[in-house]
Every structure is written in C-alpha cells, then in structure tokens.
C-alpha cells in the first residue's frame, strides 16, 4: 500500500513558471525523500529532508516538511522543459531497508 | 558500471509462463531492493537484500513470485505461472548500506526497470 497521497496528480504550466508539488504521509518518518522519473526510466533521487528539518534547497528545488500536519511539498522554480516527468515523495520504514512512495504527480511543463 | 542495470528492458510472457528477470547493482553496494511499478502509480516494495541474505520478502505477492542474489552481486527476481495482473514494471535498486546518522537509510540508486507484459 502506498504511504502517501500527492496532489495534484497532474500539472501542466508555462515554461518559466513555478510547479509545487504536495505529499501526504500517513505514519512517522525519519526523513521524506523526493525522487523524479522520467517516462520509461528509472527514478533519480532528488533531496532528502530529516524529520527534525522544515526546510531544504538544492539548485531549483526547494522542499518544506511539516510534521505536525504529515505533509511536504516540493517547489521547482523557473521550470524547464526537461523538468518535465513525474514526481514522488517517499519515506523509509524505521529499519530503512525500503522505501514506501506516494502515487505521484506528473508534471508537464510547455516550452 | 556506472549505475544499476537491469536485463532485459522489455518482456512479453504468455500468460503460465516463468521469467527471469535480472538487476546488476553497482558496484560494492552491500543492500539491494525490488520494486513493482503498476501503470500510472508509485513503486510498491517487494523484497530486500543485505548481501547475499534476503532479510525481507514481505512485499512479494503470492508464491510465484522469488527473488534470489547468491554471491551478494547480481540479482534476478523470478515469476513462475505468470499472470495478466503480474504486468507492470520491476525496478531493482542498491545502496551503499550504510545507515546515516538519525535519517535511518541511505540514497537508494534505481535502474531503468525492466517493463514486463503478461498476454
């Protein structure tokens, strides 16, 4: 089953604009991990974020976590075309040997 | 190499019959994971390896389904007596191993997937 609910499910913006992508988590985490896939590949990790931060950058991306609400969110800024894929959110379970990912947002960004 | 591979790409199976599917994992990585990807929806776990040691198999659907890494390498996960609902694609992934700090896990590095269709 999954951990967690993304929405939107689906988003399509301007090249140039800014995407936000949200993620629900059910249980406890030690830390909520981003990852993007590209159609027909495999996933690439993002940012990992620990359960005792609220905030993280890397390059364009920025994500929040608010464990109080058991919620994240990504935030890509001036997007691109190839920003283009779907994105999940993803937790590990205590012992983390898995992780355990939301449904995911596919994002599409027109040039 | 320089990430994780998986063989082959694509599989078409008739419905009963078994495949094998295989997961190089990079070099040295101690851990390595499978995961079930159904059209439209995120990787659900299936099976865990710590070196050559399966330590968890609690995501595997029924029986048909087993996963093996005998010398702490390659992988290949097997279904036996495919069926229609087993499409979908498995993605294998491998980690150095090390826990990190408080974060409990480390990067998990996925290959491309292999995309199994069951006629």
Not at chain 1, 67 to 77: A, G
Not at chain 2, 10 to 16: E, I, N, S, T
Request: charged fraction near 20%.
């Amino acid at each position: 089953s999954q951990q967690g609910e993304e929405d939107p499910q689906a988003l399509s913006i301007q090249e140039g604009e800014n995407a936000t992508m949200n993620c629900s988590y059910k249980t406890s985490i030690n830390n909520l991990q981003w990852y993007r896939q590209n159609s027909g590949r495999g996933l690439v990790h993002l940012i990992l974020i620990r359960s005792n931060e609220r905030e993280k950058h890397s390059g364009r991306l920025r994500v929040t976590l608010d464990t109080s609400k058991k919620s994240s969110s990504l935030l890509i800024t001036a997007s691109r075309a190839a920003d283009t894929a779907s994105y999940f959110c993803a937790s590990p379970n205590n012992a983390g040997n898995m992780l355990t990912f939301g449904g995911g947002t596919r994002l599409m960004v027109k040039p | 190499g320089a990430g994780v591979s998986q063989s082959p790409r694509y599989k078409v199976a008739k419905r009963g019959q078994d495949v094998a599917l295989r997961c190089d994992p990079i070099s040295g990585h101690v851990s390595l994971f499978w995961y079930q990807q159904a059209l439209g929806q995120g990787p659900e776990f299936l099976t865990y390896f710590q070196n050559e040691a399966q330590l968890d198999k609690s995501g595997l659907p029924s029986d048909r389904f087993f996963a093996e890494r005998p010398e702490g390498s390659v992988s290949t996960l097997k279904i036996q007596r495919t069926q229609q609902e087993d499409s979908a694609v498995y993605l294998c992934a491998s980690s150095m191993g090390r826990l990190v700090g408080i974060s409990g896990t480390d990067t998990q590095y996925f290959g491309p997937g292999t995309r199994l269709t069951v006629l």
